[in-house]
């Protein structure tokens, strides 16, 4: 595993919280992003290698700071800023700003994948499942599909979803290039605890979809409350193209939720106006059930 891929996971921790999880990030490694794309993170991944982490992080930082916002070099500088980071709250918040600032982005399904990883690392089981199915949810044929079913299906099989975490490896098997031999042989050892298990993916696939459909119809009754001039709102993402925006909002309101996106850039993609941050707080968790990533803030005027 190169040094890239070494200094993206060494922040996870020797520790894995989840029994049998541990070489299952190696998995992660086969079909990696690379800092080749830009002269600046070749650089900066040169000097981490050598030993210079910090004098690397100050270039990344350097790149952050002059970048324009929305543009490429920024989204990258902070996918690399975490991959480097020695702080897992650092490299937290800045994959969680690409994920909600910058969901159209490439970089946003990878980003997705180490909050998983990050949340593997020390127990969060029900926060890495969260990434996980949005992954899967906004990134159906993703570079990193293969990679997360195996995920969700190991932390789905310590769970006892025995059922669910099968369908899930069995497709991540079907779907694995027989040329990831470390990631075939990774997923065929964890299926040995399947046994004779037989579970009808399109039946997973309803039973998520009916669990969706309530989760939407509390979020509609919480935001009964919401008022034209409430103070707070509850942002799911922002762009700089009002054609993403407008996508999302869409994809959005065919799972049953309102949503508006603001009128200047960046369009801001939003739900409710609430006169409390509770109220908004609480829309947000709503959301992070159905493995939505939202943030509360101040609204803007009506």
């Known amino acids: 595993m190169s040094i890239v891929s070494v200094r993206s996971v060494r922040h996870l921790g020797a520790a894995m919280a989840l029994t049998g999880l541990a070489s299952a990030l190696n ?18 991944a040169q000097m981490v290698n050598a030993g210079q982490a910090l004098a690397a992080r100050a270039v990344i930082d350097s790149v952050i700071t002059a970048a324009k916002d929305g543009s490429p070099m920024l989204i990258d500088g902070l996918y690399w800023r975490a991959a480097f980071s020695d702080s897992p709250e650092q490299a937290r918040r800045d994959y969680l700003r690409i994920t909600v600032e910058f969901a159209q982005s490439p970089r946003a399904e990878w980003a997705l994948l180490r909050l998983a990883q990050t949340e593997i690392a020390r127990g969060g089981r029900v926060a890495a499942k969260r990434y996980l199915e949005r992954l899967l949810l906004d990134h159906p044929e993703g570079a990193t599909r293969t990679h997360a079913q195996f995920l969700i299906g190991r932390i789905l099989l310590e769970e006892g979803a025995v059922a669910r975490g099968c ?12 040329s990831e031999i470390e990631l075939v042989n990774q997923i065929t050892y964890a299926q040995r605890a399947c046994g004779s298990t037989v579970m009808a993916a399109d039946s997973v696939r309803l039973d998520s979809l ?40 869409a994809k959005m309101t065919a799972r049953g939720y309102e949503v508006r996106v603001t009128a200047d850039r960046p369009y801001r993609v939003r739900i409710g106006r609430f006169a409390t941050r509770a109220e908004a707080v609480a829309i947000v968790a709503k959301l992070q ?4 990533t939202a943030i ?7």
């Open 296 to 302: 509360v803030t101040e609204a803007e005027k009506p």
């Open 167 to 178: 369908a899930s490896l069995a497709e991540a098997r079907q779907r694995a290039p027989a």
């Open 289 to 292: 059930a159905v493995q939505i």
């Open 210 to 249: 009916r669990a969706d459909s309530v989760r939407a119809d509390s979020v509609r009754l919480a935001m009964q409350r919401s008022t034209a001039a409430g103070t707070w709102t509850v942002q799911l993402a922002a762009y700089q193209v009002l054609g993403d925006a407008e996508r999302l909002r």
């Open 27 to 44: 998995a992660q490694s086969a079909s990696r992003p690379t800092a080749s794309d830009s002269a600046v993170f070749r650089r900066a």
